[in-house]
């Protein structure tokens, strides 16, 4: 339940800055193959999927390897965002974070696709009160 939340905290707060520069943030898109997370369109020369995980999904890799292009394939399009989000601090999710970039460029490699990854870091930070 927490994605839907998180998905809606990121559509509130950029939707509007996207629709200033004349771009447009659209919120589960049917791809023909389910819906991807996120699609920012503008004109003709302007289509990026974004697909949004938690880091500590099971099938946090599934959504990089798997379902990213398939979207892709499905909507016809060039570019796409891998927008991982780091909500906890376990072993396995460590191990994600860092290799990461050289997942997205192996499936880069593999599919042919054009996938960047950006990160979200949700953990707490220590206060500053308490440097």
Same mark, same amino acid.
């Given at each position: 339940m927490l994605e839907p939340k998180m998905q809606l905290i990121f559509l509130g707060v950029l939707g509007n800055h996207f629709k200033k520069?004349?771009?447009?943030?659209?919120?589960? &898109?049917?791809?023909?193959? %389910? =819906?991807v997370d996120f699609t920012v369109t503008g004109d003709r020369r302007v289509r990026v999927l974004i697909e949004m995980k938690r880091l500590s999904r099971t099938d946090f890799w599934q959504g990089l390897r798997d379902q990213t292009p398939i979207y892709?394939? %499905?909507?016809?399009v060039k570019r796409a965002i891998f927008l991982a989000v780091r909500d906890s601090d376990t072993p396995a999710a460590r191990k994600r974070w860092e290799t990461l970039q050289e997942e997205a460029a @192996? &499936?880069?490699a593999? @599919?042919?696709?054009g996938i960047e990854v950006e990160r979200i870091d949700?953990? =707490?930070? =220590?206060? @500053?009160s308490k440097a």
């Open positions: 520069v004349g771009l447009r943030l659209d919120r589960e &898109v049917e791809t023909g193959r %389910g =819906p892709m394939r %499905g909507q016809e @192996a &499936v880069r593999e @599919a042919g696709l949700m953990l =707490p930070k =220590p206060s @500053a």
